[in-house]
């Protein structure tokens, strides 16, 4: 009867509560995210790039790119042991 | 059992090496060794491994290295191409994916271009190479 009570009773208080605050909170981080974004739209100036066109070339690449290539690229550095 | 065992490996290696040389007569001479100039000048630090997957000059420029480097680059170019539609992946995609393993391929003592832009040398040490690398 005891544990009864135990387990029964949290079960019950907690799951409203946690709703709640999760959608308070929910409620309130769009409002600050709809604020922030707003003053920072006021903010932010954007300017054209003056320099980096061959280094954003090699930025863009991605990772996951270099990370899917690299047992082929590996591959073909042995196969073509002549030019590497 | 050991016995047996022994045995079987040993067939499955002795047909693994039938049909590997088998293989090996019909196919072009595959893992060709560099050109002896190439092999010089790269031992010699004269030329290293870029990060873009191309060789470079190290020393002063002369005609004789110009020229070995451009071959050896305008080949790589061409199996770069070929493995990047191959694998539906951009010729800088592959090409900087190439780099990152040929620079992890060099010997102790070979130069290498670290992110920065600066060549190095090799080491026993891990060379220094871009964050994307795998």
Same mark, same amino acid.
Request: proline share 20%; hydrophobic share 80%; net charge neutral.
């Given at each position: 009867m005891k544990s009864g009570y135990l387990t029964g009773r949290p079960g019950a208080a907690k799951t409203p509560s946690t709703q709640g605050d999760r959608a308070m909170g929910g409620t309130k981080r769009i409002a600050a995210g709809l604020l922030a974004s707003l003053t920072l739209a006021g903010c932010i100036t954007v300017n054209a790039p003056e320099e980096p066109i061959v280094i954003e070339l090699n930025v863009n690449i991605r990772q996951e790119v270099i990370y899917r290539l690299a047992e082929d690229a590996g591959n073909t550095i042995e196969e073509n042991a002549d030019i590497f | 059992m050991g016995d047996k065992m022994t045995k079987r490996i040993s067939k499955g290696l002795l047909t693994g090496i039938a049909v590997a040389t088998a293989i090996g007569g019909l196919? !072009?001479? !595959?893992?060709a060794q560099r050109d002896p100039a190439y092999a010089a000048a790269r031992s010699a630090g004269q030329v290293g491994e870029k990060m873009d997957g191309y060789l470079g000059i190290v020393v002063a420029e002369t005609s004789d290295l110009r020229r070995l480097v451009n071959d050896i680059n305008i080949k790589r170019r061409a199996v770069y191409a070929e493995r990047a539609k191959a694998n539906n992946a951009t010729l800088e995609e592959y090409a900087l994916t190439a780099g990152c393993q040929a620079i992890a391929a060099t010997s102790p003592g070979e130069k290498y271009q670290a992110p920065d832009g600066s060549w190095q040398t090799r080491t026993s040490a891990p060379p220094i190479r871009d964050s994307r690398c795998p």
């Open positions: - | 196919a !072009a001479p !595959a893992f």
